[in-house]
């Protein structure tokens, strides 16, 4: 059953992750509020985006929240030093996910505010912090 689990958790994550690289990507390539009157075909793909966003991304990302905690449970993980690194960095990933998909959606709907300007750097931030994650969780240092 440990296998099945860590495989779900494992197809969850790589789901998880791919819509989060999708957002920074659409995200970093936003023009500035001030300069952007959407046009009809960058509306509609973006709103393809937000509502695979809702689909299939928010709930991958639940989905590997509770999948990771019971493996934790189950391997009595809890207090390892992998682990404990690992934790933050889901978190972050977890916010920029919601940052990502919030900044996505105000652009759409017109609003005046800006994006924050290191949005352009999401997809890396994005890539770097699972890369450390599959080192942590690989490793177990």
Partial sequence: MYLWLKGLHLAVVLTWVGGLVLLGVTAAALRPAKEAVLLPHEKRLATAILRWDRRVTTPAMLAAWALG??????????????????????????????????????????????????????????????????????IKP
Wanted: cysteine-free; glycine content about 14%; proline content about 6%.
């Fill in 69 to 138: 905690i019971g493996l934790a449970s189950w391997g009595g993980w809890f207090g390892a030093l992998w682990l404990s690194a690992k934790l933050p960095i889901v978190v972050a990933l977890s916010g920029l996910h919601g940052v990502l998909s919030a900044t996505l959606r105000r652009h759409v709907e017109q609003s005046e505010r800006p994006a924050p300007a290191w949005i352009r750097h999401a997809p890396g931030i994005a890539l770097g912090g699972i890369g450390v994650i599959a080192l942590l969780a690989t």
